[in-house]
């Protein structure tokens, strides 16, 4: 099983970023999703997408300024990022569930409860 994650890159405070991210192996996915890690800080949960019953969350720092997406047929993930702020820079790494089928959200929300993990994209927003 491999993740590749891509997108990341160089913007200014308020630009766009799209990451996407590529699941690929003998698996059923049953969840994707980001998560963070800034200069300094733990890995924090981002946004997910459950695939089994097609609904998303999203940390509240995020919501309603980025967007998880999925192409099912392509088992890839996105993230539209939009209004970035500084404080979004971070590596980005996307992380796949296989097991069990229908993750609860609490399990969705922790990066324990990844099975598989991508190696990362750089994202810095200049202020």
């Known amino acids: 099983v491999q993740l590749q994650a891509s997108g990341g890159g160089l913007v200014q405070a308020g630009a766009s970023l799209r990451l996407s991210c590529a699941a690929s192996?003998?698996?059923?996915?049953?969840?994707m999703g980001w998560f963070r890690q800034g200069p300094g800080k733990d890995r924090e949960f981002v946004a997910a997408?459950?695939?089994?019953?097609?609904?998303?969350t999203y940390t509240n720092s995020v919501r309603g300024r980025f967007a998880i997406s999925r192409d099912k047929a392509k088992n890839t993930v996105y993230l539209q990022m939009n209004s970035l702020k500084h404080e979004d820079t971070a590596i980005y790494y996307c992380?796949?569930?296989?097991?069990?089928?229908?993750?609860?959200?609490?399990?969705?929300?922790?990066?324990?409860?990844?099975?598989?993990w991508g190696q990362g994209t750089l994202v810095t927003v200049s202020s």
């Open positions: 992380a796949a569930i296989t097991r069990p089928t229908n993750p609860i959200t609490s399990t969705l929300w922790s990066p324990g409860g990844y099975d598989y």
């Open positions: 192996g003998p698996f059923a996915i049953s969840a």
């Open positions: 997408f459950r695939w089994t019953r097609g609904d998303t």
